[in-house]
């Protein structure tokens, strides 16, 4: 699983701010990332220690969201 840098609250305000063209970066925690993240991902939020309430997957080229499937 991956994350927003950006701690969004919701799922909607990802799609709302990649909709209003902002730069959304993504990284995936832990000793097992290899850098940016490219092709498909899977997001998660908010924030730990939070409880997870959203889950979206996307496609990230060189660390950052260019698309949410569907």
């Given at each position: 699983m991956?994350?927003?840098v ?10 709302d ?19 940016a ?5 899977y ?25 949410i499937?569907?």
């Open positions: 991956a994350y927003t950006k701690n969004y609250r919701t799922g909607k305000a990802v799609r701010a990649l909709k209003a063209g902002d730069v959304i970066r993504v990284y995936q925690p832990g000793p097992f990332s290899n850098g993240l490219n092709g498909t991902i997001l998660e939020g908010p924030h730990y220690p939070e409880p997870h309430r959203w889950y979206l997957s996307g496609t990230a080229k060189d660390g950052v969201l260019v698309k499937n569907k």
